[in-house]
């Protein structure tokens, strides 16, 4: 089993920046991948970056050149750094740990743009 626990959501204003952090614990694999995901009213959950099993990063569209995501590994922690933030980033971001074929989530945390 593996827990994650997400943090740093809110509400800001266009433009502005959070930083989402995401601590997994329990029985994390050395082999696995781990992001961020989110969710919008009436919407379906979609990737928003993520590092992959090998290593590499993956963004949507909709945010490459504004999202940042990072890690540190000695603390098993990913964080998403969101800059230029849009209405349209408004949602609830779930942090995922996809490790031998299962998928783990956070509860989720609010993020919300007021324009």
């Known amino acids: 089993q593996v827990q994650l626990v997400e943090s740093g959501g809110g509400l800001v204003q266009a433009g502005g920046s959070l930083r989402l952090s995401c601590l997994a614990s329990?029985?994390?694999?050395?082999?696995?991948?781990m992001g961020w995901y989110r969710q919008a009213p009436g919407k379906q959950r979609e990737l928003v970056a993520v590092f992959t099993s090998g290593g590499r990063t993956n963004y949507a569209d909709s945010v490459k050149g504004r999202f940042t995501i990072s890690k540190d590994n000695a603390k098993n922690t990913v964080y998403l750094q969101m800059n230029s933030l849009k209405p349209e980033d408004t949602a609830v971001y779930y942090c995922?740990?996809?490790?031998?074929?299962?998928?783990?989530w956070g509860q989720g945390t609010q993020v919300t743009v007021s324009s």
């Open positions: 329990g029985s994390i694999s050395s082999i696995h991948a």
């Open positions: 995922n740990h996809h490790t031998l074929g299962r998928d783990y």
